[in-house]
């Protein structure tokens, strides 16, 4: 089993419908979460950093840990096609090792 | 605020060539770490350094990847000789330390012909 599980499938959504992302882990060390966008051709850039379970807000964007079952999730509100992207999980138990998710690929059709 | 830099962004080769890629982390960063990102494995840490230290090589694939940060502005991830198979996009990425996010470069992509 790895890791850590997210279902690559292609997701596409029209533009304003609400983007749900999720990924599953097996570690139950990890307690830092992480949620990265990657633009082609670009790298993996920050979104969403959080510290064990909770919920944490950041505009449009929301993120959920619930360490009792081992599941984080993402929620894009109000979804723009400049969010069309590859979302990629990560966590780390806290020791500079990061074990990531293989990436969500976003398409928001406008 | 600039963020961290790679070169060269695009790197076409032959087999058995040695190849380089270099990286500058965001200053003040005393974590550097090198991924390797394919469409099959997703996104594998090789290498990270804290304080210019190679902490966890464990998983660099081959005795043909070396790693080697002389300073704090700087490091180089080395394949030599170099294989079809090693062809990916590679990231350099830093951090303040242990528990702080890591930052990501925009990448080299690599293709071993």
């Known amino acids: 089993q790895k890791e850590v599980e997210q279902d690559p499938g292609p997701l596409s959504v029209p533009e304003g419908a609400i983007v749900s992302l999720n990924c599953t882990y097996s570690n139950s060390a990890f307690q830092y979460f992480m949620w990265y966008r990657q633009y082609s051709r670009k790298g993996p850039e920050l979104l969403m950093y959080t510290y064990s379970s909770g919920n944490k807000e950041d505009g449009r964007f929301t993120a959920q840990v619930d360490k009792s079952s081992k599941y984080i999730s993402l929620f894009i509100r109000d979804s723009q096609p400049s969010d069309s992207a590859t979302y990629l999980c990560a966590m780390s138990a806290g020791n500079n090792r990061l074990a990531f998710g293989k990436g969500n690929q976003v398409v928001v059709i406008p | 605020d600039a963020g961290v830099i790679q070169s060269p962004r695009h790197e076409v080769t032959e087999m058995g060539q040695e190849v380089t890629l270099r990286c500058k982390p965001i200053s003040g960063h005393n974590s550097l770490f090198w991924y390797r990102q394919t469409m099959m494995r997703g996104l594998e840490l090789l290498i990270y350094f804290n304080n210019n230290v190679p902490i966890d090589d464990s998983g660099m694939p081959e005795d043909r990847f070396s790693a080697k940060m002389p300073n704090a502005s700087f490091s180089t991830l080395k394949i030599q000789p170099s294989e079809p198979r090693d062809s990916a996009v590679y990231f350099c990425?830093?951090?303040?330390?242990?528990?702080?996010?890591?930052?990501f470069g925009d990448g080299t992509r690599l293709s071993i012909l």
């Open positions: 990425a830093s951090s303040l330390g242990q528990f702080e996010p890591q930052h």
